[in-house]
Structures are given as C-alpha cells and as structure tokens.
C-alpha cells in the first residue's frame, strides 16, 4: 500500500531530535546550576569556618594574656619566665608568649618613681588551623591593695592520746575588719612514732571543701613533722570546720590562722627551711620575703615537756600540749602583728620552758616553720591591641 504522506517519517525523526537536545539542554543547565551551588555552599562553609577559627584564636590569645598577667601578677619575672611552650587547646593552640624586657610607663600620680615593681609586654598568638590571632599586652604591677589583716581569732586543737583525726571549728565573724582574699592557714605539728603524715584529700578539709598542702617539714630522727595547709576564701559567718586526718594515729596539733589581703592564687611567697634543733637552744628559724607588705606565720613543734612562748614583735596564736609524757608534742603557733615591709629577711622565735629536766635521749628537740604570706597585688592591663 502506497503511503498517503511520503514525507512524514522524516518530519518525525526531525521532531525526536530536537526533543532530545531540549533534553540535553536542560540536564546541562540543572548539572551547572548544582555545581555552582554546590560552590556557594562550599565557599559559604569555608568562609563561617575561617571566622570561627578567627574567633576561636582570638578567645585562646586573650586566655593567653589572662595566664601571663596571672603569673606577672603572682610574681613571676617577666623577660624570661613567661616564655612558655606551645599548648594544645581542642581544636587550637596557645603560641608561645613572647616577653619583652621591662617597660618602664612612669609612676602612676601620687605613688613615688620605684616604689612599684615593673612593667612588662607580652605577645601572645592563638592558632587554629591556619588561623592565628597575635595580641599584644602591656602588664604593670602596682604595690599591694594594702597589708595583710590577721582575722581574729585563732583556733586550734590537740588530742592528748593517739588520734586519726584532729577537728576543730574556726568561724570568721563578720565586721569591718573582713576584707576579701582571705585565706586560712592551718599548721600541723606531729610526734611521730613513724612515718605519720597528714592525708591531703578529702579527708582533710575545711568547711567541707579539701584543704591544699603548702609542704611539710620532718624531722626523723627525733620525731618530730610540721605540715602546713591552706583553705582560699572561707566564709564570712557560722562557725565551719577543720578536720585534719592523719595517715595513722599520733599526738598531734593543729593552729588555724585566717587573715585577708591574701594572694589566693599563690599564697606563699617565701617558706624557711628546715629549723631545728634541742634545748637550752631556743627555735629561731628565718625566711626571707621577696614581696613587700607580706605577713610570716610560724609552727613550732618541740618535745618537750615545756611551755612556749614567742619572742618579741610575734603574737601568740595558740598553744597545745599534746600527752603528758615524754612522747607527746607542744605544738603552737604565731604570726608577726604586722606586715613586713620593705622586703626582708625575718627572724621567728620562741622561748623554751621545760617544767622538768628532759628525761631520756631525744625528748628535748623542736622543730620550727615559717611562712610568708603574699599580698594581693594590683594587676594592671595599660595597653591591649591586636598584631
């Protein structure tokens, strides 16, 4: 059969072509349109990456500045101390902080020239991938807020038969003396019968909170250990608990002291050393402050059936007999009435009343420490700007 149309199978085959262009077309224009989104987005996420690795080097830069004005103020020298390593932080890293030597700016109005310690740059460099954030700050640490107040009273306890455990309470009334930064400073001194020791932990606490160790010293051969402990900040009001737990039993003492204007983050300026030695020899044992307006508390521990009593420009904290023979302790504590000031060399001392000759070896030595307490010192940040 003849077809009506001779043509037609062309003009179809013509028609499914265009078709399928039109098809192609619009795949192109949907493949091109995902791949320039796909760059929007992908250039989007990298732009909100870099500004939060912009923001997240900034923030360890500044905890950098923080952690050198922190060790500046607590009285570390600048110039060389302050060069710190490399520390990872998460996803960052706290660069090194580079210290550059004294800055002098001048007295400030009304302190005379050199009567505060000195200035100090630092450089500190956050990085976070390959982000990194430079501030550069100038420290001046000024003289301090002002001297160390003893808070009255002093408290203390003593057992006078083997213990575990010494609890006493000392509260801090609240009046126009208490001031802030206060600390309380606790001395332990124990007759050992061998190697007895304070448990530092949660065993030994202040107001429920564990107390800090401020070191110890020992004397073996006659028995005798002091330890020194430290509660930052004790409230104001009530009346909180000390409770001191030993690693075994033992006659042992325990002077607590509080006073305000304390450096809190690093109470101890100075420490003595070893001080000891046996009666008639009186306990005189010497620290040497390297900060001004600090305060020297001391601990004395003696065996010997004795009275103490602190010598001149001392006041007495408390004293305690613990046992009544020649393997108890008198332990007491003292604290100078005044800060120290200019920085120097202080002297502590006690005088020895034995109430009978000291029967039998050993039974008459004593064991001394002393502290100095560091003020709360002013922490200026003169110039901060960004490298």
């Known amino acids: ?15 499914g072509v265009a078709g ?22 992908n250039s989007d996420l990298q732009d909100t990456t870099a ?9 360890l830069a500044e905890s950098g500045i923080e952690r050198a004005s922190q060790l500046f103020s607590s009285g570390t020298a600048c110039g ?13 890293s706290l660069g090194p902080t580079a210290a550059v030597p004294v800055i002098q700016f001048g007295a400030p109005p009304g302190i005379p020239p050199g009567s505060y310690p000195d200035s100090c740059r630092v450089e500190v460099q956050g990085r976070v991938g390959l982000t990194t954030r430079t501030i550069q700050a100038d420290l001046q640490r000024g003289p301090a807020l002002g001297d160390i107040a003893f808070l009255n009273p002093a408290r203390g306890s003593s057992q006078n038969g083997n213990v575990n455990t010494l609890t006493w309470n000392h509260g801090i009334a609240p009046g126009p003396g208490v001031g802030s930064n206060r600390a309380l400073i606790v001395g332990v001194a124990i007759r050992r019968t061998g190697t007895q020791a304070v448990v530092i ?40 608990q000390v409770r001191v737990r030993l690693t075994a039993a033992a006659r042992a003492v325990g002077v607590s002291m509080a006073f305000s204007g304390v450096d809190t983050l ?54 305690f007999a613990a046992g009544t023979n020649v393997n108890g302790v008198r332990g007491a504590g003292s604290y100078r009435p005044v800060s120290t000031s200019p920085a120097g060399l202080v002297a502590m001392g006690w005088t020895l009343t034995p109430s009978a ?28 700007t960004e490298l």
């Open 266 to 319: 690093a109470p101890v300026d100075a420490v003595s050393l070893s001080c000891m030695g046996n009666y008639p020899l009186n306990p005189l044992c010497s620290v040497t402050p390297l900060t001004d307006k600090t305060r020297v508390v001391d601990m004395l521990a003696a065996r010997l059936t004795t009275t103490a009593a602190p010598v001149a420009g001392q006041n007495l904290a408390w004293s």
């Open 80 to 92: 060389v101390a302050l060069q710190q390593p490399a520390t990872n932080f998460g996803r960052g």
């Open 1 to 15: 059969m003849r077809h009506l149309f001779p043509g037609s199978y062309q003009i179809h085959r013509q028609r």
């Open 357 to 384: 000759p000291p029967p039998g070896p050993f039974t008459n030595a004593w064991l001394q420490s002393a502290l100095a307490l560091r003020p709360v010192p002013l922490m200026h940040i003169v110039r901060w």
């Open 201 to 240: 932990g949660p065993l030994t606490t202040y107001n429920g909170l564990p107390m800090v160790s401020l070191g110890a010293v020992t004397d073996a051969v006659n028995g005798l250990r002091i330890e020194w402990l430290y509660a930052a900040n004790p409230p104001i009001g009530g009346n909180p």
């Open 51 to 59: 500004q939060n690795d912009g923001v997240t080097a900034l923030f």
């Open 20 to 41: 399928m262009m039109a098809m192609l077309f619009l795949l192109v224009v949907v493949g091109f349109s995902a791949v320039t989104l796909l760059n929007m987005s």
